[in-house]
């Protein structure tokens, strides 16, 4: 049994195609906190202590947003700069999120050849999200694959998006019961609906 | 004198009792009121015959509630349910008449008793209907609002069919019956213009339809104003019956019928300022009125001729609720009503009504009907009647909760408009409205300033006139279906007792509401109010934010300074409000003042020129590191 918290971080949540359907799901999901972050804080007021504190009641961290010009969405980015504190999770002291697991939930609008590292060397999805890994690591915790949607925009047109739904929430089930395949960071680059591994016992 | 009071005494006793009790039972009031009127009429025979001319005076109730069904409808509203009004009203009557027509011919009545018959009882209860359907809240859903369209239909056709009735005027019966009177309900009235040719008189009830829409539009506003300013809420009221009186004395001087003609009324005022006001003020008259009329439906059933002819009058029951039901279910297929809409409609509109009643007398004075045909006619309306409420509750708890499983599943997912009431239309208010407005909800303002609301009608802001601590007041403008109530006025006692009053009625609204200072708050906390705001504290610290500009102090950590300043001051009320007593000035309650020197002791200190505790919260989170990340 893992704890697991999943910020939510979508400014423009009346023209989300699929993100508020992905946020419904998991915040149905039993066991798992959910939060969204600008419902919480509407004008970027963040309560460091009270999100520090939520930090340390959890063993998962998922930060499930859009792709904004290749990054998080800004309130999610004031979120790192305020919380992620010089000796709270870095630096002498800053051990309090060490061992936890970090997982990118991204949704992104342009198709798969748009982020794909082969086409374009230089600016692969892994790439782009590289400073958040970073980040991360830097607090150490583990960057598990992002769970990615490209496509977006049309993601409803062409069903795909009711299966990525569907996958979100067996994945949260999976980080929630510590089903999942312990050596996919280092082995996956991306999990998407089409391929979520689980560890050996699922599979039995 | 005695013998009034004791009869009042009787009808009143009867009401309060049974509706108490039908209600507690979940059974509606109505139901309530003909079991009261059935217990001290033929039961226990405490009323006698006086019900008959109580009836004729209480039927004025439907004529007030149909003033009030118009005031609830936009003149819009109207013209958009004409196909529903003409199509499913028209076909209902010409049809369920048809039908029972050729049933009566059937078994073998004379073809001329059947049609009268027939026509009579293709009539339904206005009151019973549209009481219920306004006590569940479904007057406003489609089968509601089907129903009303057949029963506004029937209202109109009441008068062809006055004026057909004699013309089947039977031989045999003409004798026995000319020494009475030969007046009727209509008839009579219009008497005065029986001698005109026809273009007169259709031109004088087109002038008197004409007058009411006219009078309604241009002169009964400044004539509301004029009496809103004297401030005397008696002369009000007396202004809101005088209206509805005026107007039915009016359409019966020229033959139409009252009801309509204060519908038309209503319809007309349902835009003016003075709406909730006059519901408010007409509603008790009408409930009361309703009240009596139901009773005298219960206390006029004749029980041993009831029991004589049992069988009888209960097939014919049967009979006709069954074709009336049969008819509209049809109709409501038609004309494409869904699932438990359509059964409301089959079911709801199917008893034969108080028209009947009426009808019936004017058919045995014109001979048309030998009175122990209409006797039966008689029983058999006040049954149907008697059941509706029986098969309302039927089906609440057989019908709609089959269908409402499956609308549960594909409720949509964009929120649904709000019902927003707001109180008070000063600087306050204003701006709170023209935001809600703006995104596209639709809010009920109320003001007692009549000249204030009449200013901002003419600037496009939908505002009423009434004051908003009365009760009732807050009943008409929909304080229970309201989702959100906005207290905007400045005055705190009334203030308090909105908040109230409004959280007793309706425990899951949400009451956001002004405050002058910190003890308001903590009084309107106590009275249930959510979301409290202090009506100058934000403007205070934007003013203090633009001083503190001023000194030279960087704009975002001014916004910083801020937003730590109004989160301390928050947080302390939040602590404060349980320490705080009404009957102790705060200087004389040592725990409050002890607990503000504690809490505010941060931002003070930081006042004072020991800023530390302070300036570590605005700059928390933007502190370089002392070692390089990542090393």
Redesign the interface.
Known sequence: MSRVLVLFAHPGQRHSRVNLAMAKAASSVADVTFADLYAEYP?F?ID?DIEQKRLLAHDTVVFQFPLYWYSTPSLLKEWQ???L??GFS???GGDKLQGKKFLAVVTAGGRPAAYDADVNRMHGLRTLLSPLQ?SVE?CGMTFLPPFVLFGAIDANSDGRAPRHILAYRSLLEALRDDRLDPAIPSRENFLDYSHIPMGKEMEA | MNGFLFQAFIYLLAAVVAVLIAKRLGLGSVLGYLIAGVVIGPLLHLVGNETEDLQTFAEFGVVMMLFLVGLELQPRTLWDMRTRLLGLGGLQVLVTGGVLTLLGIAVGVPWDVSMVAGFVLSMSSTAIVLQTLGEKGLLKSDGGQSCFSVLLFQDISVIPILAVIPLLARPELIASQSASHSGGHASQAADWMSGMPGWEVTLITVAAVGFVVVAGNYLSRPFFRIIAASKLREVFTAAGLLLVIAIALLMTLVGLSPALGTFLAGVVLANSEFRHELESDIEPFKGLLLGLFFITVGASVNFTLLWDQLPLVAALTAAVMATKAAVLYGLGRMFKLQGADRWLFALGVAQAGEFGFVLLSFTVQSAVLAESIAAILLLVIALSMMLTPVLFILLDKLIIPRFNRVEGKQSDEIPEQAHIIIAGLGRFGQVINRILVANGHKTVVLDYRADIVDGLRKMGMRSFFGDASRPDLLHSAGLREAKVLVVAIDDMPRALEIVKHARRENSSLHIVARARDRADVYRLYQAGATDIVREVFDSSVRAAGYALSATGMHPYDVEKSK?VFV?HDRAGLRQLAPLWREDIPVFDNPEYVAKVKEITGAIEDAMLGNRGAFLDELD????????P??S
């Not at chain 2, 928390?620 to 070692?627: D, E, L, N, Q, S």
């Open positions: 004008t007021g460091i700069d305020l919380v504190e010089y870095y630096g002498p970073r830097v | 937003n989160q928390r989170g933007w502190t370089p590191p002392t070692a990340a990542g």
